[in-house]
């Protein structure tokens, strides 16, 4: 996967983010919208204009879909529901990003030789979300850097190097 460091991802496509320091800016801003909000636009016809101001839209609730459904309701519901959504939403509002606002950690995710990523929600629940999310596109899906406040390799006070990490993984555009 390619590593973005630039914050085109808050001007247009969708993401999900994760890492506190991404996300407080974007709730600063503004509260998030519900998923199910985002989910009757999508069945009921986009509004002619977003009821939110800025070019990033934060959704709040999809981390709750993917910890109580099975992975196969997940894969199902991602690929059926939120994927046609994101066609929709770069088709009706190309320049403003999609942002899925989630509570984990880089560490929950692995990645396959194929450049998929799947998320570890329980110890026996791994999701493929990428591909479900993005389809074909998923593949070229760039994870999302954090810059670190303290140099590269520098110790935190739990005795951890500090240094820049992934906070989210975005999509330019899902064909």
């Not at 001007?11 to 999900?16: A, E, I, K, N, V």
């Not at 929600?121 to 406040?149: C, F, N, Y």
Request: net charge neutral; glycine share 8%; with cysteine.
């Amino acid at each position: 996967m390619n590593e973005l460091t630039a914050s085109s991802w808050q001007r247009q496509g969708s993401s999900l983010v994760w890492d506190p320091k991404l996300l407080t800016p974007l709730l600063q801003q503004q509260g998030p919208l519900s998923l199910r909000q985002i989910l009757l636009w999508a069945q009921e016809g986009f509004p002619s204009a977003s009821s939110v101001s800025g070019q990033t839209i934060l959704v709040a609730g999809l981390q709750t879909c993917l910890e109580v459904l099975s992975a196969s309701e997940v894969s199902f519901f991602l690929h059926t529901f939120i994927q046609p959504l994101v066609q929709r939403w770069q088709d009706m509002w190309p320049n403003r990003a999609l942002v899925f606002g989630l509570s984990c950690s880089w560490n929950q995710w692995r990645t396959d030789p194929e450049e998929y990523a799947y998320l570890r929600v329980r110890q026996d629940h791994e999701i493929g979300v990428t591909h479900a999310l993005w389809g074909g596109a998923a593949p070229e899906a760039s994870k999302i850097m954090v810059s670190s406040d303290q140099p590269t390799g520098s110790m935190s006070n739990s005795g951890k190097p500090h240094g820049p990490h992934v906070g989210g993984l975005y999509v330019r555009r899902v064909s």
